[in-house]
């Protein structure tokens, strides 16, 4: 008979096993794979993205979508401080990047899970590899975890098995199904962080292009639903980059009620369309000899020039001093507002992240115990929060993981 049982190590659930092993309860940490944090260590490229620098909690969460603050709680108590904190103190440094993102200073995810591996066993928890657990059985006080040769017994069980996503690192959805049997709500697991797919017949053109800066709106129908700006890259199914996985859930959402779901997308968001025109018109007046292909290179990477200029009906070869006001003003609405229509987001099983899980209003965010359930806990991506790339998510399965774990000793 154990205190605690903790089921998938991932980091919530090292996080988890680690602390209440830590308090003095005797726990044991199970994972069905042959080894610890297989879906960290491809974390930020293998890089492992661990937190990020904002120092507000209130800017922090903003950041998740709506469920977002039923993290305020977790985040009072271990927050990216005392995440941090935690790593340096046991020999491993970080610096900071672009955006506030958070990497260890070796550059490693490999270091970031040596010391968690480390954590949970110096604490005292004992760890189990390769045991699948087939179902959980809530009898009078105690659970009942059942694998495929023993029954472990546990007056408290905590789940970390994660969501959906990259289902070669151990994620199979089981603890959705075991939320479910146990009573629980699960809203709907459905893919965030992920790719979006276009339609088109020139994306291998456009492979590999980038940009640092881009506008991109989402219309569902002829109505703007959601925009946002940042890096982007074009890719051989379409579109990805950090603001299209951010927007790659709403994305999913309205793909599941429209008729007709399309991006528009602005190449000069730093530019008004009469700026853009302006230095258009100034580079008519000082190179009208010069081709509108040539001009048009000096706006958009020229790997676009062709299919922006078909977009728009104009001859690529035509002078400047023959492209009339008219013409003009058109180029220039066809860089701010470039449309291409979404056919599908990429499957969840690519997503960097699951969106849905267990209902935050059948936890209780104080604790992460169920409500419903007294001695079930719940950490990490089963839990129905996500957040943006930067560090986020990680932070969020840190904190729910450590709060899961606290207190875990009668």
Same mark, same amino acid.
């Given at each position: 008979?154990?205190?605690?049982?903790?089921?998938?190590?991932?980091?919530?659930?090292?996080?988890?096993?680690?602390r209440s092993a830590e308090l003095g309860a005797g726990t044991l940490l199970i994972e069905k794979?042959?080894?610890?944090?297989?879906k960290l260590l491809l974390s930020g490229s293998a890089r492992c993205n661990i937190t990020n620098t904002c120092e507000q909690v209130e800017d922090f969460i903003n950041n998740f979508s709506e469920s977002g603050k039923f993290l305020r709680n977790a985040f009072s108590v271990f927050f990216n401080k005392e995440l941090l904190r935690f790593f340096r103190k046991r020999g491993l440094d970080f610096k900071v990047e672009r955006g506030g993102k958070v990497f260890p200073i070796t550059d490693k995810a490999a270091?970031?899970?040596?010391?968690?591996?480390?954590?949970?066993k110096d604490s005292g928890c004992k760890i189990l590899y390769r045991k699948e657990v087939l179902d959980v059985i809530k009898r009078g006080d105690v659970f009942d975890v059942i694998t495929k040769d023993t029954v472990f017994s546990s007056k408290k069980v905590i789940l970390a098995t994660g969501g959906l996503s990259?289902?070669?690192t151990g994620s199979s959805g089981f603890g959705f199904h075991i939320a479910k049997k146990l009573g629980h709500t699960v809203m709907k697991p459905k893919p965030g962080l992920t790719g979006v797919i276009?339609?088109?017949?020139? #994306?291998? !053109?456009?492979?590999?292009?980038?940009?640092?800066?881009?506008?991109?709106?989402?219309?569902?129908?002829?109505?703007?639903?959601?925009?946002?700006?940042?890096?982007?890259?074009?890719t051989h199914f379409g579109i990805s980059g950090p603001i299209i996985m951010h927007m790659s859930a709403v994305i999913y959402d309205a793909l599941e009620s429209a008729k007709r779901v399309f991006l528009s997308i602005d190449f000069k968001p730093e530019m008004s369309s009469g700026g853009l025109e302006e230095a258009f018109q100034q580079e008519f007046k000082n190179s009208p000899a010069r081709k509108i292909s040539n001009m048009l290179k000096e706006f958009v990477p020229a790997t676009l020039v062709r299919r922006i200029l078909e977009a728009t009906r104009l001859d690529g070869d035509k002078r400047l001093s023959q492209v009339p006001k008219e013409e003009r003003?058109? #180029?220039? !609405?066809k860089l701010k507002d470039f449309r291409m229509t979404v056919l599908f987001v990429r499957p969840i099983q690519e997503a960097m992240v699951t969106c849905g899980g267990v209902s935050v209003k059948e936890i209780d965010p104080k604790t992460m115990e169920s409500r419903i359930v007294r001695g079930l806990y719940f950490a990490g991506e089963l839990i129905d929060v996500d957040g943006k790339t930067g560090g986020y998510n990680l932070q969020a399965a840190f904190s729910t993981g450590w709060m899961a774990g606290s207190g875990q000793k009668d």
């Open positions: 008979m154990f205190d605690v049982i903790v089921i998938g190590a991932g980091p919530a659930g090292m996080m988890a096993a680690g794979t042959d080894s610890s944090g297989k270091d970031v899970l040596r010391i968690l591996v480390k954590y949970v990259y289902p070669q276009l339609k088109s017949n020139f #994306l291998k !053109e456009w492979q590999g292009v980038s940009f640092d800066d881009a506008a991109v709106s989402v219309y569902k129908d002829d109505l703007l639903i959601h925009k946002d700006r940042g890096e982007m890259i074009f003003r058109r #180029l220039a !609405e």
